[in-house]
């Protein structure tokens, strides 16, 4: 089993980290991740996991992680309040690629982006962001709602 999902996409060469799926199902799980951020490691041809959230860092404490001038893919587990007043929580994917990054960066995390999506099985909502204005927190909110 982990022999195949380390194989390679046919189309971009990167494979997806063994952790990386046992990680995000620790996000979704037990919710001892507020996010996951995932970055494309050359040299081993594949996706690994850059860095995890603890379960009581913000928003703001994900976005400052995100780089400013290199593309990422990361989750982020949403909690929010209905109007009927329940707590909820929606799992979003997000593709980090800043216009400033580099062009061969852009094209591999786009050519990876849908196998490795693929491998996070209960994200409900993607969202594609070059700017950050592309992740303010009312966006999230309202997708969610």
Not at 21 to 42: A, G, P, S
Not at 112 to 123: L, Y
């Amino acid at each position: 089993m982990a022999f195949l999902r380390s194989c390679s996409n046919a189309s971009s060469g990167m494979g997806v980290a063994e952790d990386c799926r046992d990680i995000f199902l620790e996000l979704q799980r037990k919710k001892t991740h507020r996010y996951v951020i995932f970055k494309i490691d050359e040299k081993q041809k594949q996706v690994i996991v850059e860095k995890t959230g603890g379960a009581t860092e913000s928003y703001d404490d994900f976005l400052a992680s995100l780089p400013e001038n290199d593309c990422r893919y990361a989750v982020y587990d949403f909690d929010f309040v209905t109007e009927e007043n329940c707590q909820k929580s929606k799992i979003f994917f997000i593709a980090w690629s800043p216009s400033v990054s580099r062009i061969r960066a852009k094209m591999l995390y786009a050519t990876s982006k849908d196998r490795f999506r693929r491998e996070m099985d209960g994200v409900h909502y993607e969202i594609q962001a070059t700017d950050p204005s592309e992740l303010d927190l009312e966006i999230l909110r309202d997708r969610a709602h």
